[in-house]
Each structure stands twice: as structure tokens, then as C-alpha cells.
């Protein structure tokens, strides 16, 4: 599991088209670039949607794919995976960027992408929280 919806993401999902020959990784972050969404990655600034289903563009065509997403909001509540550094309390309440993906880096709060608001489990590296709408970098 990687980013899983929790809370307030009832009858939000969309279909929206992928890029050439991209592939998008369930309960991953993706974006819009160029009109069709493409696989999200560490670094990004803000996120912008949560893939819902595996997909991969076979056909090399931009949007002739398309794949359920969750449009991200600031009231939708979501589990999130911590990357390799153990949570701990002092972590809550406060904002981090993205690892990659799947995950938030809790050594790094450049772009302030995630609010922790709860530890799940710290064994599993698992906090609950929301993406901040826009980054408050």
C-alpha cells in the first residue's frame, strides 16, 4: 500500500486520459503534464491526483488510455507511507515533501507537500494526514 484514501473522497473519482507509454502505479501520485496525466515522482512541488488503478498506454497515443484518479483536495483524508525514516511524535502536525510516489520524505520540508495530523503505526512507517492545496513551500 502506498497512499490509500481514508476520509471525504466519496464521488470525487475522475477518468482522465494518460500520456504516451506511461504507466501509473495504484494508489501512486500523478499529475497533468500537457493535458494527460503521467507517474508522479520525489521532488514534486504539489499533487495533484491519486491513481486508483494500475494502468499502463500501450498504444503510444496521448490520452487514448485513461485511468481512475482522485482528484486531491485539502479536506480528503489519506494514509501515507513515511519512506525510511522511523515516524515518531514530533513528526505530527507538522508538513514534508514527497519521497516519491508512494511516499513523503519526513527529512525534508522544502515544499511542505504533506501534513502529518496522526501516526497510524510507526512500525509500519504509516501516518494519516492531507496534501496541502497549493504546496505552502
Request: glycine share 8%; aromatic share 6%.
Amino acid at each position: 500500500m502506498a497512499i490509500r484514501p481514508k476520509k471525504f473522497d466519496r464521488g470525487k473519482v475522475m477518468s482522465l486520459g494518460i500520456s504516451a507509454s506511461a504507466t501509473l502505479t495504484k494508489f501512486n501520485i500523478c499529475y497533468m503534464d500537457s493535458g494527460y496525466l503521467s507517474a508522479g515522482a520525489g521532488g514534486e512541488n504539489e499533487a495533484e491526483y491519486v491513481c486508483l488503478e494500475t494502468v499502463t498506454d500501450a498504444t503510444a497515443v496521448d490520452g487514448s488510455t485513461k485511468a481512475l484518479v482522485l482528484p486531491i483536495d485539502g479536506t480528503i483524508v489519506f494514509e501515507m507511507l513515511t519512506g525510511t525514516t522511523p515516524v515518531q511524535a514530533t513528526h505530527v502536525g507538522n508538513d514534508y515533501d514527497l519521497a516519491d510516489a508512494a511516499s513523503i520524505d519526513l527529512t525534508a520540508t522544502t515544499d511542505k507537500v504533506f501534513h502529518i495530523d496522526r501516526i497510524v503505526n510507526a512500525t509500519d512507517k504509516l501516518v494519516e494526514g492531507r496534501f496541502n492545496k497549493p504546496a505552502i513551500a
